[in-house]
């Protein structure tokens, strides 16, 4: 006997939507409006107090976006989702509906420069402190807690570096500390990996990557465990203590294993207001209907470009999990079965200059700020998506100027290696010229 | 809130207001395994218009100091104890599921101390399947998916929360997980499999009654609730359409709705 409940690939399809109660319209209608009707007063008075479900204005939720949200919990395992305008509003709506003034995290440093620089430059402004920890050193998260610490935040596998943190490891040590594990899931998508089961508390995505897939739409989410227990301690009186903002309520004691996401929305849509348009989750939703055969494609393309790199006279290093020297090689088997994603970080002979070359001369590559498209993407990580950080913190996410960012898309994998060349050849000739 | 029953503290959901016992009081009864959780879309309308609520977490579920209670009629009369506790004279009582049967042997124990009963998804009995009787005792997590699949109607499994961004089946689940699979599920399953006086206390009952029941619920299917309402001498049922077990979220509005004007017409505010 076994539960019938929907599969991965059938909720990517179906999930969170139900024709019936849609003018029996097969697709996702896109709900291009700001705002909804009430029944009467008292409607509309319980449903700005909480009373009653529903959508006020689409600043706070709307129905087409409803749909995404309900998808992505359902495939992550989640009790609840909020979706956002971008992954980074999504990021920092989970920090400011966790913490206050005073309180710190514990941070990989291994993130995208601009996770990096949020919890470097911009929440200091709110007095909320990072420590940043490299993911590879699970002792480090340990000790870099403090008694204000409200939370550990990582990439599982860190952008651009491609280091893998510990999470079983850094769960306990969470666990032990009674605070929650918030992971940026982006590269895994819920196709390669569900933090959730593997005990983190709360995963962020930003959508516009995998889930989306078409480089075509921004959007974000973050989505709740439902596990955390808020109320064991008095740790976090931000979800357990009477909030003014709704005539003292308490989001723990009322809403339990959806309190999060509850605030997040009440407080952090209501006062911040980074919401998703329509038009975008409707965008998303159409690239989550494929997620399984891209991801398989994005996958297999990329152990063939490992394997291509890694025997490649120009290239220097190659950071990739599914490598047997990589020293994340087993953690990596246990962690992600199905593959290990379509990122490779690779360091190109001739440094910088000959980076630039490569990066100037491959065609059917786009060279972008961006990862997780259909299409393959390079980018040289020090002089774009990270230049805002300093050496210390370069150093601190173990990037060097040799490095480039490849994400591996869906093409034919040799038309993407005959470009690769044409890439190579080009790096090779300044290299050549300084020899002589 | 906390407060003490028979010496072991219990956690009650007072629906976002203080609790006021000079105001006309609603006790919420979870179903098997849940808590107060399960209530939030009905507790807190009632707390914001003139009522005082009372979403309990019985013994050894959510917040409420265990053992759980390992049968029907002492968990009816535990809600009397309830009663009593916060010195309060007479209740209207609600419950889902294996918390109708509460309110069925609360009220037929205890007529002075009730003043109207809703029941959503109520049946006279709720016979357990073996199997999942057994997955629930041993404490496996498989009971709890099982239960979350029969559980839930159309929405359930497909989606569309009253609550925009809430997952039905997956928040259900994490209520049961976040409690003891084998310590509160499996011990109420048992005391439900093994009640068998639903009937008998129904003819018992004697104030006002209704049955909201879903018409897609598998767990308690609409004949078994009708059955029931047809033994309670002054009741009522509703049967919300494309609605399975888990009638207070599935269709919170709904049921809401129609628990509003029962409430109000049986225990005003006065």
């Known amino acids: 006997m076994d539960p019938k409940t929907y599969k991965f690939d059938t909720i990517s399809l179906h999930g969170g939507y139900m024709p019936s109660k849609n003018a029996g319209s097969r697709q996702v209608p896109i709900y291009q409006t700001t705002s909804y009707l009430f029944d009467d007063v008292d409607h509309a008075a319980a449903l700005f107090n909480l009373e ?58 291994q993130l995208y420069g601009g996770t990096v620089n949020l919890f ?317 | 809130m906390k407060f003490t029953v028979n010496k072991k503290e219990v956690f009650a959901s007072t629906g976002g207001r203080p609790f006021d016992k000079k105001k006309p009081l609603i006790i919420f009864i979870h179903g098997s395994g849940l808590s107060h959780i399960t209530w939030v879309l009905q507790t807190r309308y009632f707390a914001f218009h003139g009522y005082s609520v009372l979403a309990i977490d019985l013994p050894g579920h959510g917040y409420s100091e265990g053992p759980a209670l390992e049968s029907i009629e002492e968990q009816g009369k535990w809600i009397a104890d309830v009663i009593d506790s916060v010195g309060v004279k007479e209740a209207s009582l609600v419950g889902h599921s294996q918390g109708c049967l509460v309110v069925m042997e609360c009220a037929s124990q205890f007529p002075d101390k009730i003043r109207s009963i809703g029941l959503m998804g109520g049946a006279g009995a709720i016979p357990m399947n073996p199997e999942l009787l057994e997955l629930a005792e041993k404490g496996d997590p498989k009971a709890v998916d099982l239960m979350m699949d029969w559980a839930h109607g159309p929405a359930g499994h497909f989606g569309g929360h009253p609550v925009p961004g809430l997952h039905h089946i997956n928040l259900g689940g994490s209520i049961v997980i976040n409690g003891s699979v084998k310590n509160a599920l499996g011990v109420d399953f048992r005391a439900c499999d093994n009640y068998k006086n639903g009937f008998e206390a129904a003819k018992k009952i004697k104030c006002p009654a209704i049955n909201i029941l879903g018409d897609r619920d598998r767990m308690c299917p609409v004949k078994e609730g009708k059955k029931l309402a047809d033994n309670i001498k002054d009741s009522e049922v509703e049967v919300i359409e494309n609605c399975g077990h888990m009638i207070l979220l599935e269709e919170a509005g709904k049921s809401l709705a129609i628990l509003k004007k029962f409430i109000r017409n049986n225990h005003p505010v006065e």
């Open chain 1, 120 to 436: 470097r430059l911009t929440l200091p402004k709110f007095g909320i402190k990072a420590t940043f920890v490299k993911p590879r050193d699970t002792e480090g998260f340990k000790k870099a807690i403090q008694e204000n610490t409200k939370c550990i935040f990582g990439e599982l596998v860190g952008n651009p570096g491609n280091e893998l943190m510990n999470m079983p490891e850094i769960v306990k040590i969470a666990n032990e500390a009674g605070i929650p594990v918030i992971i940026d899931s982006t590269y895994q998508t819920p196709y390669l990996f569900k933090p959730l089961e593997h005990g983190a508390d709360i995963v962020v995505h930003s959508l516009t990557k995998w889930m989306a897939g078409h480089g075509s739409s921004m959007a974000g989410i973050l989505v709740e465990g439902g596990k955390f227990d808020w109320l064991k301690t008095d740790k976090f009186p931000t979800m357990t203590e009477p909030y003014e903002g709704y005539h003292g309520l308490s989001f723990a004691e009322e809403f339990g294993p959806v309190a999060f996401t509850m605030k997040a929305r009440a407080e952090g849509m209501r006062d911040m207001g980074p919401c998703l348009s329509p038009q975008n989750a409707w965008n998303v939703l159409q690239g989550i209907e494929t997620l399984s055969v891209r991801m398989e494609k994005h996958c297999s393309n990329a152990l063939k470009m490992v394997e291509y790199l890694s025997n490649h006279k120009s290239v220097a290093w190659v950071s990739h999990a599914s490598l047997k020297d990589n020293p994340d090689y087993e953690l990596a088997k246990t962690l992600l079965p199905k593959g290990t994603g379509s990122m490779i970080a690779f360091g190109i002979k001739g440094g910088k200059e000959a980076g630039a070359a490569f990066i100037d001369n491959v065609k059917l590559a786009s060279h972008l700020a961006n990862v997780g498209d259909t299409r393959t993407l390079v980018i040289h990580p020090a002089s774009a998506t990270h230049s805002q950080m300093d050496e210390a913190t370069l150093k601190l996410a173990n990037m060097s100027h040799d490095m480039i960012r490849l994400s591996v898309g869906i093409e034919d994998i040799d038309d993407i290696i005959n470009d690769f060349e044409d890439g190579f050849r080009a790096a090779e000739k300044p290299r050549l010229v300084a020899n002589k």
């Open chain 1, 52 to 109: 009653q479900g529903g959508h006020i204005y689409s600043r706070i939720s709307n129905p087409t976006v409803q749909v995404l949200e309900e998808r992505v919990a359902a495939l992550e395992g989640g009790t609840a989702a909020l979706a956002t305008a971008s992954g980074m509003s999504a990021i920092f709506l989970a920090i400011m509906t966790l913490c206050n003034t005073g309180d710190h995290v514990v941070v990989s440093s």
